[in-house]
């Protein structure tokens, strides 16, 4: 017998479920209040909704089952341009296009996609805007820890429903993968390594048969087309939970880099903090790009070991000091200049955030960073109030 988990006509609105650990999706439809415009960071369907209206609109390329758009539109959502008409879709993700194809033509197949890297290179980011554009909705989450349950893949049982009439379909309280199943939608795990082995295995059997059984009431979900799943998993918990090769059979892997280019990284800053800065009511900084452009050489200086000039080797601290920690030290400036400045975004504004980024192990991170300091930022031209703004807040 098969179970239709019954893609129960709900509008779009309705269509969330709040990235739990369990059960997300019954829980997120009768309970998640509706933020809408008011919400502190939207989905991506919601926040750029217009962007892909106007792609789903002028996209007359074949579309897979169950997909909002072609796998062209699809990237061009993430990758942005102009479409016909003269719309503007902006750039989501910035690196490589290639990379974008291959992760969206793999949800159009039979494999599953597995989104890799280093911390802070997009990977949550691009699974998001993914989906969005796939399916219109990125809210089918399940967040991997190491406590995740067998029940946050599978589905878990309401009790008080299950000890008053035993196990039903009406006790039964879908995963978002489960949903994803039945609606035929895109899924998303996010730190899959993160997930102990055991349960990390519940996939197999959904990504290779395509369905989820429930031998409780002798039933099946079997998904439906249009059904597939994005994980993210970090270079740095490798060894954690490994996928097993079974599992990792399963997954195309796309490995997200590290933006090649100091110019490619400044753009990535500045695009993000812009938005942050918007939807945070913080003022446009005009001139904050020579200051985004400073962050961003001394992450990349400290996190290569060497100067961009090539000339000075240098130590790295223990921190990653990704694109991510950069946007979050920009956007703290941003804000101190707002507030406590006179709006323009100076040196003193994102010193206390570089070094609460760079020194998280306060004794060898500090020494990395006094070196780097006198022997680099101090002997830089048109560095001197920077280089002091720094010995300010090391001191
Ligand atoms: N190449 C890029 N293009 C666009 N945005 C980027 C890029 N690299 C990083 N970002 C930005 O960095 C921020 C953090 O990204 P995200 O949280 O997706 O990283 P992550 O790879 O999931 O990190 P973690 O491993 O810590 O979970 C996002 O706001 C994203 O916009
Ligand atoms: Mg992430």
């Known amino acids: ?54 792609l789903a609109a002028q996209d007359d390329r074949p579309r897979p089952a169950r997909w909002k758009l072609s796998p062209w539109a699809v990237a061009t959502y993430l990758l942005g341009g102009t479409l016909p008409d003269g719309t503007v879709i902006t750039p989501k993700y910035v690196g490589p296009r290639r990379i974008v194809e291959v992760a969206v033509t793999t949800l159009a197949t039979d494999r599953a996609l597995l989104l890799l890297g280093v911390p802070g290179t997009a990977k949550t980011w691009v699974s998001e805007h993914l989906a969005a ?32 009439h035993g196990p039903s379909r009406d006790a039964l309280v879908p995963s978002p993968v489960m949903r994803a199943m039945a609606e035929g939608m895109t899924a998303r795990v996010e730190e899959l390594t993160r997930i102990p082995a055991d349960v990390q295995d519940t996939l197999i059997t959904i990504l290779s048969e395509k369905t989820l059984p429930i031998p409780e009431l002798g039933a099946e979900v079997q998904a439906v087309r249009g059904f597939n799943l994005i994980a993210t998993a970090n270079d740095r918990d490798r060894g ?17 880099p590290l933006p090649e280019s100091p110019e490619a990284e400044v753009d990535i ?22 200051e985004i452009r400073r962050v961003v050489t001394v992450f990349r200086e400290l996190r290569d070991g060497v100067t961009t000039d090539r000339r000075t080797k240098l130590k790295s601290p223990s921190g ?20 406590f400045g006179d709006g323009v975004l100076r040196a003193g504004d994102v010193a206390a955030g570089i070094l609460g980024a760079v020194v998280r192990d306060p004794a060898a991170d500090r020494v990395v960073w006094q070196e780097y300091l006198e022997t680099v930022v101090r002997e830089r031209d048109g560095w001197k109030d920077f280089y002091r703004a720094c010995r300010e807040v090391s001191a």
């Open 320 to 339: 990653t000091l990704s694109t991510a920690e950069a946007i979050s030290v920009v956007t703290g400036g941003l804000a101190l200049a707002a507030h």
């Open 1 to 54: 017998m098969s179970v239709p988990v019954e893609p129960t006509p709900v509008e779009p609105s309705q269509h969330r479920s709040a990235p739990a650990n369990t059960g997300a999706g019954e829980k997120g439809r009768a309970g998640a209040a509706q933020a809408g415009p008011e919400a502190l960071r939207p989905h991506a369907e919601d926040a750029f909704a217009a962007e892909l209206a106007a």
């Open 240 to 256: 954690v939970n490994d996928l097993s090769s079974a599992l990792r059979r399963r997954f195309n892997t796309v490995v997200l």
């Open 133 to 164: 554009a796939v399916s219109g909705d990125s809210t089918l989450l399940v967040q991997g820890t190491a406590g995740t349950p067998e029940e946050a893949i599978r589905y878990g049982w309401n009790y008080a429903q299950l000890l008053a």
């Open 269 to 290: 800053v500045s695009r993000r903090v812009d938005q942050i800065g918007r939807s945070l009511d913080l003022p446009a900084v005009p001139d904050g790009v020579d």
